[in-house]
């Protein structure tokens, strides 16, 4: 079975290390960070 991989946006990052996403929010971000995600760069199109 393949691992699932995410592409996480820059202010969620923000967010998850300023600790003020909700609870549920957290826990999942927890599972999506020890799975190893890609970090979208871009700010603006």
Known sequence: MEQQQYLID????ID???????A???VFMN?????G???SVITKI
Do not use: H, Q
């Not at 998850?16 to 909700?22: A, C, Q, S, W």
């Open 10 to 13: 820059t202010n969620t990052v």
């Open 16 to 22: 998850y290390l300023g600790k003020i996403l909700p």
């Open 24 to 26: 549920k929010g957290m």
């Open 31 to 35: 599972s999506v960070i020890d799975a």
């Open 37 to 39: 995600p890609n970090v």
